[in-house]
């Protein structure tokens, strides 16, 4: 049976902790913690940056997001999906915010956001579906189980064996 703790969640208002290899800590609100979500087409996060913390290059197959900072400065980005034109580059779009700018990183694209001060920073997201799923570049191709063979990252890196 359905009940108002469907729609219910608790705890935004508490830093999460952000003392990891990266830090920061994203606390999500998406339909796994709030099934009241489930069909509505969104989500939320809130994301706790340590001092030069990271919000490692990642990117959410299902949504774009749009993100807002509420406390702390962040250098945040995009990169643009493979040119159709061959000669061409992808793009890196880049901006330096500050509490109440906000930035939209469009669906699928690989974003990252950093915290460039010497003190906390804190932002929240609004995601467009209950559920964005989210692929984190390095752990997708450095940490998968198995592992991606040697010969593929190599020669997809361009970087000698010793190296990975």
Do not use: C, W
Not at 20 to 38: D, I, R
């Amino acid at each position: 049976m359905v009940t108002a703790e469907d729609f219910f969640f608790a705890g935004l208002n508490k830093p999460g902790d952000t003392s990891n290899a990266v830090g920061s800590k994203v606390t999500p609100v998406n339909v796994n913690q709030l099934p009241g979500l489930n069909t509505l087409g969104v989500s939320l996060v809130r994301i706790d940056y340590a001092p030069y913390g990271l919000n490692p290059p990642h990117t959410h197959p299902r949504a774009t997001e749009i993100l807002v900072v509420v406390e702390g400065t962040l250098y945040v980005g995009f990169v643009t999906s493979n040119p159709a034109d061959a000669t061409q580059k992808n793009k890196l779009f880049t901006k330096t915010l500050y509490p109440g700018d906000v930035f939209v990183f469009p669906e699928g694209l690989i974003h990252f956001q950093f915290n460039t001060g010497k003190t906390n920073a804190v932002a929240f997201a609004g995601l467009s579906s209950q559920n964005p799923g989210v692929i984190t570049v390095a752990n997708a191709v450095f940490g998968s189980d198995p592992p991606i063979s040697r010969d593929v990252l190599t020669k997809a890196f361009q970087v000698g064996a010793i190296i990975l």
